[in-house]
């Protein structure tokens, strides 16, 4: 782990030792996050998140916002890979791209310092493809410094073949986005579980099929005396299902195991 960027003194051989100490950790493959959570001064949300898929990695993310739209990039099947707080290292490019488009390039905070340009996520996708996804409140977008940094980072972006994307806050607080959360729990199974996840599931389907109007909660516990479980297992079985897709529901409706599947619109994902 690196020591934590200063906010005071910051100097141009400073920043540049910041740069290098970047590129060594991410070409031995030890990505960190260029900017941490204990890096920035900020009265936002700022959250450590663990990883669902692995347990020593752990996401920098730097409002409410990013969290959310982490979640949802985590239960995306079709991205492979996400770091956040990404640089672009190249700050001659940056300063380049900033004069181009009349735009004043970005300086940390009291100093005359030109900053490196972070997005908020830089994600692969299936294929390859690579998108930068700047998080912003919708209020802002309207603001003239955020829309030039907004054109500062699209315009990086696209010049290394990334599409570029932005997310608000109303993207995701979404019942979409809180049921994921509701479900992340589930999102990797136990060797026990998994060994009974496919006879779980298909219970679970032929039992709302037959009783479309009962609560889940009784689904759920009943299986869990089929397959001598604890209820809790039996109940992070169906989290998995709903995480991993096999199973879907209304996304405009709260998952709630004391509703019926009739009224969330519980169904199997064919």
Known sequence: MSMGKTRIGITDSLRDSWVEQFKKNENAGNYEAFLRTQ???SHGFRSRVPC???????????????????????????VIDIKEQYPVTDIEKSRAFAEELDIKHPRYFGTAVDSIVTWDFLV???????????VKPKALLEDKRTK???ILEEALAKSMGYEFKVTTDEDVRTEKIRNIIRCVRGAVLTVELQAIYAKWLSSFFKKIKKNNYEELNVTISELADKYKISYVKSF????HGF????????QSLPLR???TPFFMGVERNV
């Open 257 to 259: 195991p004391d509703s």
């Open 148 to 150: 030039e940094k907004l």
């Open 243 to 250: 995480w991993v897709k096999d199973i879907t529901s209304d």
């Open 39 to 41: 890096d920035v001064s």
């Open 52 to 78: 669902v898929y692995e347990n020593k990695r752990f996401y920098h993310t730097m409002s409410f916002n990013e969290t959310l739209t982490l979640t949802e990039l985590l239960h995306d099947s079709e």
């Open 236 to 239: 992070t079985l169906m989290q």
């Open 124 to 134: 692969t996708l299936i294929g390859g493809k690579k998108r930068v996804i700047s």
